[in-house]
């Protein structure tokens, strides 16, 4: 079975998972990536922005592994599953914009908020401009789309904007899930991927 690795959401905030680990089989190897610079973790010279930010994030990935990631790490996640086919086998998505432009949707503007609440934090989240739509179709693994029906920043129809671009999408929708359902609603996360990694029992991690 490959490496779960799991990426946080423009907080950092790598014990957001640790609900979700805890109800996942011991024989599971997981691994969290924290961000330089974000909470407690600390810097690195060679990441000054989010291209750099992307780099480090896909440096970390060194076996076969399955991303699993939340809002803003999902744009790390498909970046690396576009730069590392080899390695990525698939991918878990929560909430997340995916790298598209979600300019036509009707999201809640979280940059302000954010900003208030982490003053200290890098500004990378924030001005981040990021388009890989055209890129989504390359992506022929086998990915998971989980959101949540009451999230205002990533509504249900960003998701399903996303099942349409990448060929081998599901989507499943949390019931009264907001943005940080996979937190909130770690049981029902829980049983969704470890349906979804049946599909990998061949795979040998290296």
């Avoid at 999902?74 to 598209?100: E, H, M, N, Y």
């Avoid at 979600?102 to 940059?111: H, K, P, Y």
Wanted: hydrophobic content about 45%.
């Amino acid at each position: 079975m490959p490496t779960l690795i799991f990426l946080p959401g423009a907080s950092g905030n790598t014990a957001f998972w640790n609900p979700l680990i805890q109800l996942l089989p011991d024989y599971m190897d997981t691994q969290v990536i924290a961000y330089p610079d974000f909470g407690d973790e600390p810097s690195q010279p060679s990441v000054v922005d989010f291209a750099s930010l992307s780099d480090y994030v896909l440096q970390q990935i060194q076996s076969e592994c399955i991303l699993i990631a939340q809002s803003m790490g999902g744009i790390f996640a498909v970046q690396a599953a576009l730069a590392r086919p080899d390695l990525v086998k698939g991918l878990v998505l929560l909430a997340t914009s995916g790298g598209i432009d979600l300019s036509g949707f009707q999201v809640q503007d979280w940059r302000s908020a954010y900003q208030q609440q982490y003053l200290h934090y890098p500004d990378w989240f924030v001005s981040a401009q990021i388009d890989l739509a055209p890129q989504l179709e390359k992506i022929n693994m086998p990915v998971m789309l989980l959101w949540g029906d009451q999230d205002p920043i990533s509504p249900v129809a960003v998701g399903q904007a996303l099942q349409h671009k990448l060929s081998q999408a599901e989507l499943h929708i949390i019931q009264g899930g907001d943005h940080a359902f996979a937190e909130q609603y770690a049981k029902d996360v829980a049983v969704h991927i470890q349906q979804y990694l049946t599909q990998f029992n061949g795979l040998v991690k290296i």
